[in-house]
């Protein structure tokens, strides 16, 4: 992938964030995505479901936001991306969080469960993910 | 009638035929299949949608019908291979014979966790991993650096003493056997084990590391010590149940196959020693 190829999908990402944004303010819920430029949470803490958070995590960016639509993005209501490819994730029943890289173990947040990624992938690059 | 041995108890010869009908399903592309099969599931098994091979009661026979056709295709390369079991309550080191390097190969190797010895090393020209979760198109194993260990025969007896074999809502919040088995809930057997061997083994692709097949066969034989310890008890759901296998649905991706047909499982092997 290129990167102006990565660049666009981000673009596009955000923007379909900021739809999900807008669409839970007209609901009346609590909206906790951002609208601009993505920015690491300044306290430190680790994310609960429902944050956004893009920040570089041993030299990989890694970036998590709330979403909602279409395939599996509709169950998990959470998207992450390691260096601007989605790392495939799923929410289980109790909360907890799992992913493709670490199928068999579970996450307490998506924050951590993308870090567990990125220690796994030990530098590798993420295969595209099917539509 | 075919019978399923512990890894430990094969000769040389057993495991050089077991070792060389894996590699000629491979070569052949037909090994990949299995691969993204099993993957195509765990991303599509969710706990609130319609689940199959995972979190869910058809846990079991799923992954019983996926290891027949499994072996039934390395048997069409070698007649007499049939599924050896890896019984991690009792070869639980990375020294067992199990990672040696005339089977399954060894633990990986730097902090890559590259396996380097063994068949299916890349290196060895034979092995590379086509359907993966990322750039690495080689087999990884981190033996027990995962912070899980291996279930104790204390925890297999604990899981085999619950009654019911599922509960609603029949997937990862499920009490019951099954999900204790499968690991995400009460005490875990199948899930740590991935966990253990990590690398390859931990991701939805795991079914490229081997010792899948070996790993899964023990969880097999474990369902089937528990039907004889519980001989009033059996799948559940029985009736038609929302998004999930009931004992007489058809389960996909293959369609022609029930739970019913495959609670006896000495209708097509049986094992040396039941657990």
Known sequence: MSEDTTTTEITRRRMLQGAVVATAVAAGAVALGLTGPAVAPANGADTEGGDSFDEVFRGRRIQGMPMSGDGHHAMSGYMVLIDGRELHMMRNADGTWISVINHYQTFTTPRALVRAAVDSLNGADLAPLAA | MAVRKSQSTLTPAEKRAFVNAVLELKRRGAYDAFVSTHNDFIMSDTD??????????????????????????????????????????????????????????????????????????????????????????????????????????????????????????????????????EGWAGVNVHNRVHVWVGGTMSTGMSPNDPVFWMHHCMIDRLWAAWQSRHPGQGYQPVRSTRNVVALNDTMKPWKDVTPADLLDHTKFYTYDNAY
């Open chain 2, 48 to 181: 609130s949608t319609e689940r199959t091979g995972h979190r869910s009661p058809s846990f079991l026979p799923w992954h019983r019908s996926f290891l027949l056709r499994f072996e039934r295709a390395l048997q069409e390369i070698d007649a007499t291979v049939t599924l050896p079991y890896w019984d991690w309550t009792t070869d639980r080191t990375p020294n067992s014979s199990l990672w040696g390097a005339d089977f399954l190969g060894g633990d990986g190797t730097g902090t890559g966790g590259r396996v380097a010895t063994g068949p299916f090393a890349q290196g060895s020209g034979n092995w590379t991993l086509t359907v993966r979760p990322d750039s690495r198109n080689y087999l990884i194993r981190r033996l027990g650096q995962g912070g899980q260990d291996l279930p104790t025969r204390a925890d297999v007896d604990a899981v085999l003493a619950i009654a019911t074999y599922d509960a609603a809502p029949f997937n990862s919040a499920s009490a019951g056997f099954r999900n204790s088995l």
